[in-house]
């Protein structure tokens, strides 16, 4: 019996304790609207309300909110990493993809 109710509670920390995993404090004025340069594969908002670089093929992503990166147009996000072809570089004469992904082209 006490060790499910030690279970129990360790769970139950554990559970509250990951909600403070990524914390997150939305951006303010200015700050939500600035741009960040030089990003290949577009751009996107995190969870937090500013703008940020995707993430291209091979790179990193995921996480809670995708907190690690998000993957450009085209590509997903498996196993911790963007895998397909960006639809944006393609579009430009580029065929840039994931080691791991056959390019297929319409």
Not at 7 to 32: I, N, R, T, W
Not at 50 to 79: E, I
Request: hydrophobic residues 25%.
């Amino acid at each position: 019996m006490y060790p499910l109710v030690i279970l129990s509670a360790l769970s139950l920390a554990a559970l509250v304790h990951s909600h403070d995993y990524y914390p997150c404090e939305p951006c303010k004025g200015e700050e939500c609207y600035v741009q960040p340069e030089g990003c290949k594969y577009g751009i996107a908002k995190d969870a937090c309300g500013r703008w940020q670089c995707m993430a291209g093929p091979g790179q990193r992503c995921g996480g809670r909110d995708s907190h690690l990166g998000k993957c450009g147009d085209g590509m997903t996000c498996k196993c911790g990493k963007c895998r397909g072809c960006s639809i944006d570089r393609f579009k430009a004469g580029i065929i840039e993809c994931d080691a791991n992904t056959t390019p297929v082209c319409y």
